[in-house]
């Protein structure tokens, strides 16, 4: 699905509208068509931009199943955190790390539509990776960069203001939506009020 509520003509991927039934409401920052997980939806233009300007730089957590075994390469992990050429210039410093089977497994991660491919030859191994910038298809093209394509590509988090929690998935599946609870509010209040 496109992270917009007017479907694009003639496009395969349908848009937000028929699953969000809230009017005048967009998305504060995007997913590209084959990513999933997370998306805020605002009305208010100011908190909008607080979310998606890079000044502000909000960490966002995403879970990355990628090709290749993980594990074996400290240094792809090492590249990421320090950050990587792409598109000619340098990604700003990220967290990184493996997760573990029994961390994804407890995840319960609904299967995806349409299914990842499969090599019986070619592991996967899973990534946690954590950015405070949001170029477009930035995490495909980081671990790309560092030998792991991303096969699957999950937005689990979005830090709001450092030292408070963050807006997570937990507890909605594919497609569901919730309003922020009065703390989440309170919090994307002062996040609007800042700066």
Same mark, same amino acid.
């Given at each position: ?33 084959? #990513?999933?997980?997370? @998306?805020? !939806? ?5 908190? +909008?931009? $607080?979310?998606?300007?890079? &000044?502000? =730089? ?66 996967? #191994?899973?990534?946690? @990776?954590? !950015? ?5 298809? +930035?995490? $495909?093209?980081?671990?790309? &960069?560092? =030998? ?48």
């Amino acid at each position: 699905m496109l992270s917009q509520f007017t479907p694009e003509p003639g496009s395969r991927w349908t848009s937000l509208a028929p699953f969000i039934p809230v009017p005048d409401v967009y998305a504060a920052g995007r997913l590209d068509a084959d #990513s999933e997980g997370l @998306l805020l !939806l605002t009305a208010d233009g100011r908190l +909008q931009q $607080r979310l998606t300007d890079p &000044a502000f =730089g909000h960490w966002r957590r995403y879970w990355v199943q990628v090709e290749g075994e993980l594990a074996t390469s400290s240094q792809a992990i090492q590249q990421l955190t320090l950050g990587v050429t792409i598109q000619g210039q340098r990604t700003r410093p990220a967290k990184a790390r493996p997760l573990t089977a029994a961390e994804v497994g407890a995840a319960a991660l609904p299967e995806r539509q349409p299914p990842i491919r499969h090599r019986l030859q070619v592991p996967t #191994s899973w990534l946690q @990776l954590e !950015l405070r910038e949001g170029r477009n298809r +930035q995490v $495909r093209r980081m671990t790309a &960069a560092v =030998g792991f394509p991303t096969l699957r590509l999950i937005r689990m988090a979005i830090d709001l203001m450092d030292g408070q929690p963050p807006l997570t998935l937990a507890g909605l599946a594919p497609g569901q939506w919730r309003p922020a609870s009065p703390g989440e509010q309170e919090r994307l209040e002062q996040l609007r009020r800042s700066g």
